[in-house]
């Protein structure tokens, strides 16, 4: 997506650029608004429009209503500044909102991988266990653990597919995220898994 500039602000940007490269001299006179209506191949309302807004910014002045005279070089760079501040800011944020949309499609995609793996776990594999909920335990070692960082799969062979956490469950939580009192593990693995996780989150030694 591109950052549509309307034309009587583009024109007035190239014209506070000309009063800042001094191409259009301070005190001098601006061409009448039906030469540059022709110059910048648009209509003479959006000349006026462009030096209108000029004028807000103190970089011409408007003399006897049709007069459009260079007021100020600083004032012109200022403007331009301004302007490219602006659309800075704009970009960031429609960057910002692509990548939130990236990352929507992303997490629907990882739940509809999620599922299928649930669905192969409960109905395609008749040697592996279908998926087991277990409550974390309030005085568990896991609490304020990584999954990463308590390595529950190497000491279990779980494989956990999702965690409850008061109403909402987090599917497929990556290995950074923490443990807290009262969430719910959902994992998958062999047959003795569930009483591995229960000495694991317990703090039993096998």
Request: hydrophobic share 40%.
């Amino acid at each position: 997506m591109e950052y549509s500039i309307p034309r009587y602000l583009k024109i007035a940007v190239n014209i506070a650029e000309r009063i800042a490269s001094n191409e259009l001299p301070v005190g001098g006179k601006l061409k009448g608004r039906s030469v540059l209506s022709t110059e910048y191949s648009v209509s003479a309302e959006t000349i006026r429009r462009a030096m209108s807004l000029l004028a807000d910014k103190d970089v011409v002045k408007i003399a006897n209503g049709k007069e459009n005279i260079v007021l100020s070089k600083e004032k012109a760079v200022s403007f331009i500044k301004s302007f490219n501040n602006d659309s800075i800011i704009y970009n960031l944020r429609l960057n910002l909102a692509k990548a939130y949309e990236k990352r929507v499609t992303v997490d629907q995609e990882i739940n509809i991988l999620t599922d299928r793996l649930i669905n192969m776990y409960r109905y395609k594999r008749s040697d592996i266990i279908k998926p087991v909920e277990i409550q974390l335990p309030v005085h568990s070692h896991l609490i304020g653990k990584s999954i990463g960082g308590a390595e529950f799969w190497h000491n279990t062979g779980a494989t956990i597919i999702g965690i409850i956490r008061n109403e909402d469950t987090v599917v497929s939580p990556g290995p950074y995220f923490e443990f807290l009192p009262n969430d719910k593990i959902i994992f998958v693995g062999d047959n003795n898994v569930i009483e591995r996780v229960n000495a694991f989150v317990n703090g039993i030694k096998a």
